[in-house]
């Protein structure tokens, strides 16, 4: 009898007995909630402040960080409404080329792994 105990709680078949306590229906339905989840708090959520920035709406930009802000009861800087402004912050960009990719003995382990 202990020995077909053994046997039976052997750490290959505990995944067969889990499933006679866990069901697939419990498992099966919670990506159902999370989508209905989604679905009905979708449209109460505001628009990303960064995709605003990228279409230049940076009024609404602004209104959301605002009730962000006083959300969370922090102050936004004074000059924000400037540095949201396109070409507020522009540097020159270096230009790169694929070979950047193979200079550092990082990169190119990286890279290695990848492949």
Not at 47 to 63: D, I, K, Q
Not at 64 to 72: G, P
Not at 81 to 92: H, M
């Amino acid at each position: 009898m202990i020995q077909f105990a053994r046997q039976v709680l052997s750490p290959k078949n505990l995944n067969y007995i889990s499933l006679l306590f866990v069901t697939t229906m419990r498992i099966a339905m919670k990506p159902r909630y999370r989508l209905v989840w989604i679905l009905k708090r979708g449209w109460v959520l505001p628009e990303s402040p960064r995709w605003l920035l990228a279409l230049g709406r940076t009024t609404e930009v602004m209104s959301i960080l605002e009730s962000a802000c006083k959300f969370n009861g922090k102050k936004l800087p004074p000059n924000l409404d400037k540095q949201l402004l396109p070409g507020a912050n522009d540097e020159p960009v270096e230009n790169v080329s694929v070979l950047d990719l193979f200079k550092t003995v990082q990169m190119r382990k990286g890279l290695c792994a990848c492949f």
